[in-house]
């Protein structure tokens, strides 16, 4: 992109603040309009007729641009299409691209680049949000976190969300438990594919956290064994069925533990809080705090922090 544009881009960004979901929608709507339509623009053409809002802008016009760039990930309900500043934002917006045209910068096609990459800043900026609800249990609550990374992750496809959140999950959890700073590395790197002995080796105890426990790690398992060593697979509720099977089938059965995640960190839950619903919140606030700053020092995609909310 030209130097020049690209600092007018920036300009005009940091003097809307230009950085939430609604506004950024229709940065998206209207530089789609320009580019298929071109400059310069009428801001009257884009105003609906009740002259509310903005013709045209709403969930599916975003998405489908979105969908243009290989992004699945929703970024607003409605799209900007509700938000009262939409209408101003657009005319102002018209305006700064008019402007460009009559200066030779408007590179129409690079400008909506621009305005995609904003949206995957956005996405990255995202925490996951783990509710804290008293009239749930705490294993209730964890699932809902876990189908909320699940959704991401299907939005996303290629990403490893959650076995990213439930590696460090597990770290924080474990680091808590024993009072110690443990090894970590990016989820991305899983130990069956590499030379490490499992995700975690603590004494004689080698931990796999996976969120598909494969036959492939269940060999690794074997070999944890033949070593001498104590393999344990944490893994969803859900698969744990799998492994055991898996397990059985190499006749390991009996001597590998495999347990699900939403029990191994609501047992410590409710250890840490004195089995006192009051300090409940107290525990989710340790484990989550010592989560981030894992995530924060072993890995580059900030929106894998979890954020504790009502």
Same mark, same amino acid.
């Given at each position: 992109m030209n130097e020049t544009l690209l600092q007018r881009l920036q300009a005009f960004q940091r003097e809307h603040k230009i950085t939430q979901k609604g506004a950024l929608s229709v940065m @998206?709507?209207?530089?789609?309009? =320009?580019?298929? &339509?071109?400059?310069?623009?009428?801001?009257?053409?884009?105003?609906? *007729?009740?002259?509310?809002?903005?013709?045209?802008?709403?969930?599916s016009a975003v998405q489908a641009i979105l969908r243009d760039y290989g992004i699945t990930r929703t970024l607003a309900r409605e799209g900007g299409r509700t938000s009262r500043g939409s209408l101003g934002l657009m005319e102002a917006y018209v305006t700064f691209l008019n402007q460009l045209n009559r200066e030779g910068l408007a590179d129409a096609e690079a400008i909506e680049r621009w305005w995609v990459e904003q949206v995957r800043r956005y996405f990255a900026s995202q925490p996951f949000v783990l509710r804290r609800d008293r009239s749930k249990s705490l294993q209730a609550m964890l699932e809902d976190l876990f189908e909320q990374?699940?959704?991401?992750?299907?939005?996303?496809?290629?990403?490893?969300?959650?076995?990213?959140? @439930?590696?460090?999950?597990?770290? =924080?959890?474990? &680091?808590?438990?024993?009072?110690?700073?443990?090894?970590?590395?990016? *989820?991305?790197?899983?130990?069956?594919s590499s030379a490490r002995q499992g995700d975690f080796v603590i004494h004689n105890a080698v931990i796999h956290v996976t969120t598909a426990p494969s036959q492939g790690l269940l060999?690794?398992?074997?070999?944890?064994?033949?070593?001498?060593?104590?393999?344990?697979?944490?893994?969803?509720?859900?698969?744990?069925?799998?492994?055991r099977g898996n397990a059985e089938m190499l006749g390991i059965g009996e001597r590998v533990d495999i347990l699900a995640?939403?029990?191994?960190?609501?047992?410590?839950?409710?250890?840490?809080?004195?089995?006192?619903?009051?300090?409940?919140?107290?525990?989710?606030?340790?484990l989550i705090d010592r989560y981030n700053a894992i995530v924060d020092a072993c890995e580059t995609d900030p929106s894998l922090r979890i954020r504790l909310g009502r």
């Open positions: @998206l709507y209207v530089s789609r309009v =320009a580019r298929r &339509e071109g400059l310069p623009l009428d801001p009257r053409s884009l105003r609906t *007729a009740e002259k509310g809002q903005v013709r045209g802008l709403g969930r990374v699940r959704q991401r992750q299907e939005q996303d496809p290629g990403a490893t969300y959650l076995g990213s959140v @439930l590696q460090h999950l597990v770290g =924080a959890k474990l &680091e808590l438990a024993l009072e110690t700073k443990l090894p970590h590395h990016g *989820a991305a790197v899983a130990d069956a060999e690794k398992c074997m070999a944890n064994l033949q070593a001498g060593l104590a393999p344990i697979i944490i893994t969803l509720q859900e698969r744990v069925i799998v492994a995640i939403e029990q191994f960190l609501t047992t410590n839950l409710h250890e840490w809080s004195g089995f006192q619903s009051v300090q409940r919140d107290v525990a989710l606030d340790q």
